[in-house]
């Protein structure tokens, strides 16, 4: 099965500050996945980064706030832009069936 | 996409099996069944996929009715290692858009 480094795997940011998530994945995929995680609750899916297109956002999040880069079929960043407090969380990305191991972000 | 019903918290005991029993009522045709597992502070993992009957790897069994509105998740003598939370998803395969729900956090006691 596939391998995802995800990094950073912690930070702690100034609010209103962006910070970048990027995930490597060690063969291609068609698609990857972005979500947020807050501890001790379930997952919840920020967006589809699609190779070659722009990102598919679900309910609740916009491009501006994430944006989300797709460049090649192994390669996917995630931006979190403006931060505030609210924004803590842990972010996890996807691809096929594996997951990278988390980024947790703390906005102070 | 369908959504996933399994209970919020499960007990056993070293050496035990368990069974983790999820309820998908709307399942669509083309949908299929996966489960993963999560530790604390860690990304999910793979545990096992499957569309109608039986799965079975070197981890866990995947038991599906005929009518798949339910699956059962089976992991035989569990140690303490497996300590985690699991989570029964419906949909398309190769991990394409998923719903997670609040998965089931076992317990397994000494």
């Known amino acids: 099965s596939a391998v995802i480094s995800q990094k950073p795997s912690r930070d702690i940011c100034q609010r209103g500050t962006s910070l970048t998530i990027q995930c490597q994945v060690d063969?291609?995929?068609?698609?990857m996945f972005w979500y947020r995680q807050q501890p001790g609750q379930s997952l919840t899916l920020i967006a589809t980064?699609?190779?070659?297109?722009?990102?598919?956002?679900e309910s609740g999040f916009v491009i501006d706030k994430f944006p989300i880069s797709r460049p090649n079929l192994t390669f996917s960043t995630l931006t979190v832009s403006n931060m505030s407090p609210e924004d803590s969380s842990i972010y996890l990305c996807?691809?096929?069936?594996?997951f990278g191991s988390g980024t947790r972000l703390t906005v102070v | 996409l369908a959504k996933t019903t399994q209970p919020i918290s499960m007990d056993s005991y070293e050496g035990q099996e368990v069974n983790i029993t999820c309820s998908h009522n709307?399942?669509?045709?083309?949908?299929?069944i996966t489960w993963y597992q999560q530790f604390p502070s860690q990304g999910p993992r793979f545990i096992i996929q499957?569309?109608?009957?039986?799965v079975t790897n070197e981890v866990a069994s995947l038991f599906i009715p005929a009518d798949r509105k339910s699956s059962t998740l089976s992991l035989p003598r569990v140690s303490l290692s497996d300590t985690a939370v699991y989570y029964c998803?419906?949909?398309?395969?190769?991990?394409?858009?998923?719903?997670w729900g609040l998965g089931t956090s076992l317990a397994v006691n000494p």
């Open positions: 980064a699609n190779q070659g297109s722009e990102a598919t956002y």
């Open positions: 063969s291609q995929v068609t698609m």
């Open positions: 709307n399942i669509a045709t083309n949908d299929y």
């Open positions: 499957g569309y109608k009957t039986k």
């Open positions: 996807s691809g096929g069936y594996t």
């Open positions: 998803l419906v949909g398309p395969p190769e991990g394409r858009k998923l719903i």
